[in-house]
């Protein structure tokens, strides 16, 4: 299983863990959701559940649900400005195809 930080990602993703002290790391989950099928679902969180696997990247422990690892497995996480809004950004080597707002995907 590989999820890669780019520096900005990790950048910015570090500034949240430092803000919480009690942080165990950046949890990088999927849901269903959208028109394509599944979203990200990212959060920093305080604990590790059981079915749930800690890989690093760039000093970041990145907390990723079993049942995800198949889908974003390669993922590259970016973290990008775009005039006001700053945004991550998910390239996904497995993904198949993405909704034209860019907020789902799909899978084989």
Same mark, same amino acid.
């Given at each position: 299983?590989? !999820?890669? !930080?780019? +520096?900005? =990602?990790? =950048?910015? #993703? =570090?500034?949240? !863990?430092?803000?919480?002290k009690?942080?165990?790391?950046f949890r ?6 959208? &028109?394509? @099928?599944?979203?990200?679902? /990212?959060?920093? /969180?305080?604990? /590790?559940?059981?079915?749930e696997? /800690?890989?690093?990247? %760039? @000093?970041?422990? !990145?907390?990723?649900?079993?049942? =995800?690892?198949?889908? #974003?497995?390669? *993922?590259t #996480?970016?973290? +990008?400005?775009?005039? #006001? ?5 998910? %390239?996904?080597p497995?993904?198949?195809?993405? &909704?034209g &707002? @860019?907020?789902?995907?799909? *899978?084989d």
């Amino acid at each position: 299983m590989t !999820l890669q !930080l780019t +520096e900005a =990602a990790a =950048a910015r #993703i =570090a500034h949240f !863990l430092n803000m919480d002290k009690g942080a165990k790391g950046f949890r990088v989950a999927i849901k269903k959701m959208g &028109c394509s @099928g599944w979203g990200y679902d /990212v959060s920093i /969180v305080d604990s /590790v559940a059981k079915d749930e696997v /800690v890989f690093e990247d %760039r @000093g970041i422990p !990145l907390i990723v649900p079993k049942s =995800a690892i198949a889908k #974003i497995n390669g *993922t590259t #996480i970016d973290y +990008e400005k775009q005039g #006001i809004n700053q945004i991550f950004v998910y %390239r996904n080597p497995n993904a198949t195809g993405e &909704c034209g &707002c @860019g907020e789902s995907f799909t *899978t084989d």
